[in-house]
C-alpha cells in the first residue's frame, strides 16, 4: 500500500523558515517523480514544485522560486521542501503528491501538514 | 501557464440527480487530464484520470469525458456520500494547474 506522511510544518514568523519532511513506503521510491501541493484555508489547490525519481531536475512555481527548494533522499525514501523568507501568503495545507511512473499524473497524496505564517 | 476554468463553483443537487461538471484549459492539453474529489479536511482522492479513465475501487457512477480543450465530469446517480468537492486538474504541461473546484451539496 502506498503512503505518504508528511511531517514538520507548524507556526512560523513572516521572514522565518520551515522545512517539511515526507516519508514514503509501499513503491519503488527512486521511480517516481514527486511534488509538493498547497491548499490554502478554504481555498482550492496549488502545485508548489516537484523532482523528478532521481532527484536531479527540479521544477517550481513563480510563487515560490528563490524561497523554497525541493529535495530527496531516495537512500531514505524521503522527500523534503526547504521553505525560506516565508510570507503570510504561504499559509496552507502542504501535501507531498506522487505521480505515475513516467507522467506528471498525480496518483496518491499524503494527508498534509499545516504551515502558518504569522506574526 | 496553462489555465483551467471550471464551473460552476458550487451546485446543490437531490440524491439520484444526474451532476455535471465542466473544465476548460486555455490550450490543448489532449487527453491529460485528472478529476479528483476532496472532502474536508481530507486529502485529494483520483477519480479519473486521462480524461475518461475510471480508477481502480472508483464506483462507476463516475465518469469523464472530454479531449483538447473541454471536458466533462459527471456523477450519474448522486449519493449523500459524494458530498466533497471536486477538481480538475491539468498534467500536460508544468506548472500543474489546478480549476478553482466546485462544491457539490444535497438539497
Known amino acids: 500500500e502506498v503512503q505518504l506522511v508528511e511531517s514538520g510544518g507548524g507556526s512560523v514568523q513572516p521572514g522565518g523558515s520551515l522545512r517539511l519532511s515526507c516519508a514514503a513506503s509501499g513503491f519503488t521510491f527512486s521511480s517516481c517523480a514527486l511534488s509538493w501541493v498547497r491548499q490554502a484555508p478554504g481555498k482550492g489547490l496549488e502545485w508548489v514544485s516537484g523532482?523528478?525519481?532521481?532527484?536531479?531536475?527540479?521544477f517550481y512555481a513563480d510563487s515560490v522560486r528563490g524561497r523554497f527548494t525541493i529535495s530527496r533522499d531516495n537512500s531514505k525514501n524521503t522527500l523534503y521542501l526547504q521553505m525560506n523568507s516565508l510570507r503570510a501568503e504561504d499559509t496552507a495545507i502542504y501535501f507531498c503528491a506522487r505521480h505515475l511512473t513516467g507522467h506528471w499524473l498525480i496518483d496518491y497524496w499524503g494527508q498534509g501538514t499545516l504551515v502558518t505564517v504569522s506574526s | 501557464d496553462i489555465q483551467m476554468t471550471q464551473s460552476p463553483s458550487s451546485l446543490s443537487a437531490s440524491v439520484g440527480d444526474r451532476v455535471t461538471i465542466t473544465c476548460q484549459a486555455s490550450?490543448?492539453?489532449?487527453?491529460?487530464l485528472n478529476w479528483y474529489q476532496q472532502k474536508p479536511g481530507k486529502a485529494p482522492k483520483l477519480l479519473i484520470y486521462?480524461?475518461?479513465n475510471l480508477e481502480i475501487g472508483v464506483p462507476s457512477r463516475f465518469s469523464g469525458s472530454g479531449s483538447g480543450t473541454d471536458f466533462t465530469f459527471t456523477i450519474s446517480s448522486l449519493q449523500p456520500e459524494d458530498i466533497a468537492t471536486y477538481y480538475c486538474?491539468?498534467?500536460?504541461?508544468?506548472?500543474?494547474?489546478f480549476g478553482g473546484g466546485t462544491k457539490v451539496e444535497i438539497k
Open positions: 486521462d480524461a475518461s
Open positions: 523532482v523528478s525519481g532521481g532527484g536531479s531536475s527540479t
Open positions: 490550450q490543448d492539453i489532449s487527453k491529460e
Open positions: 486538474q491539468q498534467y500536460d504541461n508544468l506548472p500543474l494547474t
